[in-house]
């Protein structure tokens, strides 16, 4: 009976929640939603303890425990009342709704039906996302260190054109642009790298070279070739996906097996014939990967390569000034625009992948 | 050494025709030691029509033979000839079909897409693909699976799907290395009697290599009996006493049993039995 779970909203009861402006410590039992969420979850802590094997019920219950109590420290910070070192207490009841949370997510991801790996994700990320909200808000974190997330949210409405016109000038104009150069002129040089061995072994020791110079050292001198606007940047792409592309490519060329070219042979399908129908079908992963590892380089580089000259527009522009202005919240906002951005474009991918080399034994054995 | 073996069969032609000739052909590997003569100086002459079984311990040159005749492999010297043309000549004529020891399908494909690639290669029209597909799916017996991917099928189908895209662009020849070898014995039996079938349905030019002895009777009208280290040619025994039409049963009968004797006594020979 004596559990965690049990023990800590019990103990919660004889803590402090909280003092109000007027140097008042109050307690659960003072505030009624607060009194709601911890008798919430030792209720569910009490009730899982005793209930026949009921998963689904136990699941339900608990995570109607964890959003009560959820709900007690945004509702007592809205009355004015200070949190942090003041209320171990409110503390003590969220562990105690986090080992809630927990047990419904292990009893939900443990189940088979569909949509449960979307469900738990989100569950997940928005206990995160509580978590940031309450512990910034709740120990009153200064915005210049960390905002909160609904601080975050709440300039993206207000600053959309703003960050629009960075996102334009940055992902739409050099991230796009510069990533598919970058990975068409990988792949088509592997390609030919392909057919003149020495073209490959004279690269792939120069390769090696340019993925260990950082972007910081490239990116001032592309902007000295390429000017201050987009395609500067563009170029630092580039640089970046190039070699990727190119290593990836070559890897996937050699991926088919003797026996597969030696059918081809027997057919007197030609280089090309060759390349078409079973090469490059067989170099798909490789490529995805390529594509993929870029997506992210890509827009790291970009960003970055903004900081060392740019129109007053751009992601990485807006971060550097904004800095330096004190505006976390447009620079958090950025960083999230980003964040998304990147997310979206390796989602996007790895489904392209999905569709394409659903064949391939790695892909076979997914539910 | 086939002219003093004609069959009696009176469906054949009299005179035999040469398909394959190799004369003096060696080949020798350069490797950091010493070199490999994996083939030393054989002379074979296969005729249209035949099914012969080149058979032989690990290493012995059956399947270098093979890929030689195929002009997968060069050799270092000798002749040889195909259809009357040099090996790359038939290549582009595409006069074989090439069954390897694995199915070597593209995953990617369907079964039908798989056996229809060789035509699509040659560029035979679409409706004809499609056609020839579904006729040499169903004498491999593999009808209602043109849908499905080669991951789909057990091992036996796979390599059956792969025999039908050999036979889908109608070689006169068929070359097969140890196709069954991966399989287990009811499914090997199964395959060589639909083989020794489809042999006679066609009447192919067949050419396969085993290392087992019983699949080489069974399937032959000829066995080229091969040793290792140097490889060559042992012994070339006959086996037109035994029906063209077979069954799995005349594996009882004394005139089999009295030519596997012979092969595994030329394996021996070779010293294929030595440690």
Known sequence: ?367 | MSADSAPPDAARPPAPVPVIEARGLSLIYPTADKPVIALDAINLTIDAGDFVSLIGPSGCGKTTLLRVIADLEQPTSGTITVEGMTPEAARLRRAYGYVFQAPALLPWRTVERNVTLPLEIFGTPKEDRRRRAAEHLAMVGLTGFERKFPWQLSGGMQQRASIARALAFEPDILLMDEPFGALDEITRDHLNLQLTRLWATTGKTCVFVTHSIAEAVFLSTRIVVMSPRPGRILDVIDCSDLPRDRTLDIRETPEFQRIAARVRQGLKEGHSYDD
């Open chain 1, 1 to 367: 009976m004596l559990r965690p779970s049990v023990l800590l909203p019990l103990a919660a009861l004889v803590m402090p929640f909280g003092m109000t402006a007027s140097d008042k410590v109050i307690f659960a039992f003072r505030d009624p939603v607060s009194l709601a969420g911890l008798l919430a979850v030792l209720g569910a802590a009490i009730f899982v303890r005793l209930s026949p094997e009921r998963p689904a019920v136990e699941a339900g219950v608990s995570l109607l425990a964890a959003v009560l109590a959820a709900a007690a420290p945004l509702h007592l910070l809205g009355k004015g009342i200070t949190l942090g070192a003041h209320a171990p207490g409110l503390w003590v009841m969220l562990a105690g709704a986090a080992l809630a949370l927990c047990r419904a997510l292990g009893i939900l991801s443990a189940g088979s039906w569909t949509g449960r790996k979307a469900v738990v994700a989100g569950l997940f990320g928005a206990a995160l996302i509580y978590a940031w909200e309450a512990g910034v808000r709740g120990f009153a974190v200064p915005s210049i260190l960390l905002p909160a997330p609904s601080a975050i949210f709440a300039v993206l409405g207000p600053q959309a054109d703003l960050l629009w016109a960075d996102f334009q000038q940055t992902v739409l104009k050099a991230v796009l642009r510069g990533y598919l150069m970058g990975c068409l002129a990988g792949f088509v040089v592997a390609v030919i790298a392909d057919r003149v061995p020495f073209l490959a072994r004279g690269l792939l020791p120069f390769g090696n070279l340019i993925s260990a110079i950082p972007i910081v050292g490239i990116a001032p001198i592309m902007v000295m070739w390429f000017g201050f606007d987009w395609p500067s940047k563009a170029a630092v792409v580039v640089v970046v996906t190039f070699f990727p592309m190119l290593v990836n490519t070559l890897s996937g060329l050699a991926a088919s097996d003797r026996l597969q070219m030696d059918l081809m042979r027997s057919y007197a399908a030609g280089y090309w014939r060759t390349l078409v129908t079973l090469r490059l079908p067989n170099a798909l992963p490789f490529l995805f990967n390529a594509l993929k590892i870029n997506s992210t380089l890509a827009l790291i580089g970009a960003i970055v390569a903004e900081f060392f000259g740019t129109p007053v527009v751009g992601m990485g522009f807006r971060i550097s000034t904004e800095v330096s202005r004190m505006n976390l919240d447009i620079v958090w906002a950025t960083i999230l625009v980003a964040a998304v951005t990147g997310s979206v474009i390796y989602g996007v991918l790895t489904l392209a992948e999905r569709t394409l080399t659903a064949w391939h034994p790695s892909a076979r054995g997914r539910d």
